[in-house]
């Protein structure tokens, strides 16, 4: 049995992880912003009697972060595996982007992992083991127009981990990052269309079909939850998760060609771009 931290437990690929692993076997910490508004996760948990504690870690707030790995020390006494799930999601134009937006995203997606990361790579480091997974996205590996901050912070976190996996060997700790495309979770009930018109708007139509199309054929939670259970418990983890169809085909497509083939592929417009994305993928996203 494993002691593994959860962090963005609530809902969604955070919330199906922790009650996953918990069926496991594992005795899980289920960290949330609100433990008071998070009663959909108690009740699962009450439900079927599962170990999972659920604690207060908001990704903002560094004092809460080394609160919450302290409180799980004097309980556990060891972090076995770290599962960096919290983040948020943001969408629009480079230039129309106000910068409070992107300091916003940084701060959770990129800053927020940090400081988790500053907390317990000493625990495993000082143990000698560990498993690092974080949750990441195909935006991480594959950027598309008016999506650039959240792909950025993502692609952020892909360097870090192919960072940190190195500094980590030594002490016989693993890092992983899954990369889902579209999963079906709440998070699509959050965002929201901008509300003033955009010279960008092109570009808006291209994302918002690929998340259309993508959402047609989702990955589910436990999708995301079974790769990452893997990237835990497996004796050769994958550094790499790409998880959901339209994650495995675009990855797959970005593969190969070059840079500039890619790039260029991108910046078509209309009909032309959807050739050759049917003709990259395989699978023609944009024309019904």
Same mark, same amino acid.
């Given at each position: 049995?494993?002691?593994?931290?959860?962090?963005?437990?609530?809902?969604?690929?955070?919330?199906?992880?922790?009650?996953?692993?918990?069926?496991?076997?594992?005795?899980?910490?289920?960290?949330?912003?609100?433990?008071?508004?998070?009663?959909?996760?108690?009740?699962?948990?009450?439900?079927?009697?599962?170990?999972?504690?659920?604690?207060?870690?908001?990704?903002?707030?560094?004092?809460?972060?080394?609160?919450?790995?302290?409180?799980?020390?004097?309980?556990?006494?060891?972090?076995?595996?770290?599962?960096?799930?919290?983040?948020?999601?943001?969408?629009?134009?480079?230039?129309?982007?106000?910068?409070?937006?992107?300091?916003?995203?940084?701060?959770?997606?990129?800053?927020?992992?940090?400081? *988790?990361?500053? $907390?317990?790579?000493?625990?495993?480091?000082?143990? #000698?083991?560990?498993?690092?997974?974080? !949750? %990441?996205?195909? /935006?991480?590996?594959?950027?598309?127009?008016?999506?650039?901050?959240?792909?950025?912070?993502?692609?952020?976190?892909?360097?870090?981990?192919?960072?940190?996996?190195?500094?980590?060997?030594?002490?016989?700790?693993?890092?992983?990052?899954?990369?889902?495309?579209?999963?079906?979770?709440?998070?699509?009930?959050?965002?929201?269309?901008?509300?003033?018109?955009?010279?960008?708007?092109?570009?808006?139509?291209?994302?918002?079909?690929?998340?259309?199309?993508?959402?047609?054929?989702?990955?589910?939670?436990?999708? *995301?939850?079974? $790769?990452?259970?893997?990237?835990?418990?497996?004796? #050769?983890?994958?550094?790499?998760?790409? !998880? %959901?169809?339209? /994650?495995?085909?675009?990855?797959?497509?970005?593969?190969?060609?070059?840079?500039?083939?890619?790039?260029?592929?991108?910046?078509?417009?209309?009909?032309?771009?959807?050739?050759?994305?049917?003709?990259?993928?395989?699978?023609?996203?944009?024309?019904?």
């Amino acid at each position: 049995m494993s002691v593994i931290l959860v962090t963005g437990s609530s809902t969604g690929i955070g919330q199906e992880t922790a009650l996953h692993m918990a069926r496991k076997g594992h005795d899980v910490y289920a960290a949330v912003r609100s433990p008071e508004t998070a009663t959909e996760l108690k009740a699962l948990i009450a439900a079927e009697d599962l170990p999972v504690s659920v604690i207060t870690l908001d990704l903002v707030d560094p004092d809460s972060i080394v609160t919450a790995v302290a409180e799980i020390m004097a309980r556990s006494g060891r972090i076995d595996a770290l599962v960096n799930n919290a983040g948020i999601g943001g969408g629009r134009a480079v230039e129309e982007t106000p910068m409070h937006e992107v300091r916003e995203i940084f701060e959770t997606n990129y800053f927020g992992n940090v400081n *988790v990361l500053r $907390a317990v790579t000493p625990i495993m480091r000082q143990q #000698k083991s560990g498993r690092i997974v974080t !949750v %990441g996205s195909l /935006a991480g590996r594959v950027v598309m127009g008016c999506h650039a901050h959240y792909s950025a912070s993502k692609w952020a976190m892909e360097g870090l981990s192919e960072a940190l996996a190195q500094e980590m060997a030594e002490f016989n700790v693993k890092v992983a990052i899954i990369e889902p495309g579209c999963v079906l979770t709440p998070i699509w009930g959050k965002g929201s269309l901008p509300t003033e018109p955009s010279p960008y708007l092109k570009s808006l139509q291209r994302l918002g079909r690929f998340f259309e199309f993508g959402l047609r054929r989702p990955a589910m939670p436990t999708d *995301v939850a079974s $790769a990452i259970e893997h990237a835990i418990e497996s004796d #050769k983890p994958h550094f790499r998760y790409p !998880v %959901g169809p339209d /994650a495995l085909e675009s990855v797959a497509a970005r593969a190969k060609v070059s840079d500039d083939d890619w790039i260029e592929a991108n910046c078509l417009q209309g009909e032309a771009f959807s050739d050759r994305w049917l003709e990259l993928v395989g699978v023609d996203y944009y024309r019904d």
